[in-house]
């Protein structure tokens, strides 16, 4: 059979181009307001990247029921910047710290001396609220040991808008087991504005807070 010349060109294209195109690209560092690389195991604070009438930074309540474990909430007004936090990957090394990238699991801790709760005040979705219809972002979650006892401890770090971030709960630690997806935003149905899965993200941005030891 005849082979037609233009049928080696093609196939010469195509096999350049497999070959120049990424299989997987590699994930994004996190950057901060100035354009800094997100570290892990410093201390940032997440503000809303909506001014004025958006907010301010992250901080704690008690929960729904007046008692502990503390819920995750945004101050009010945009001049508090809430509570610093750290963010541990599932690969953290103390030695080597090293840096936080988009679309990868971590841990949320804040750095908080409130003795109301005898708790860890790290990052969990709590236990479905069937009164108010939703997964409300609370604490006492567990710092590290990555697998299907703590999903619900596990979050992420993705673009949103402009050069704005968005939390989101999809944890990857245990791909056999089902889980919870979804965007964390906020809850206005009281008068706290809590944390929750919602289709609305809160977006926000990184900022480095002062040295803080933990």
């Known amino acids: 059979m005849k082979t037609t010349p233009f049928l080696p060109l093609l196939l010469f294209f195509l096999f350049f181009a497999l070959l120049t195109k990424p299989l997987l690209s590699a994930p994004e560092p996190l950057l901060d307001n100035n354009g800094e690389k997100v570290e892990a195991g410093t201390a940032y604070y997440i503000v809303s990247a909506i001014r004025g009438g958006g907010g301010g930074g992250l901080s704690l309540t008690f929960n729904r029921n007046g008692s502990c474990p503390l819920d995750v909430i945004q101050e009010r007004l945009d001049v508090f910047r809430g509570y610093p936090m750290f963010f541990y990957p599932t690969n953290y090394n103390s030695e080597d710290r090293g840096f936080v990238y988009e679309s990868t699991d971590v841990n949320i801790l804040f750095y908080a001396n409130i003795i109301n709760c005898n708790q860890q005040f790290v990052w969990k979705v709590d236990n479905y ?18 697998g299907p006892q703590t999903l619900k401890d596990w979050f992420k770090f993705e673009r949103a808008a402009g050069n704005a971030y968005k939390i989101v709960h999809c944890p990857s630690v245990s791909e056999s087991t089902v889980h919870l997806c979804g965007d964390v935003g906020i809850n206005y149905d009281d008068n706290e504005r809590r944390l929750v899965l919602s289709p609305q993200p809160f977006r926000f941005f990184f900022v480095k807070a002062p040295f803080l030891p933990y």
């Not at 609220?129 to 990555?146: E, H, I, S």
């Open 129 to 146: 609220d069937d009164k108010r219809g939703a997964w409300f972002v609370t604490t006492n979650g567990v710092l590290g040991n990555p």
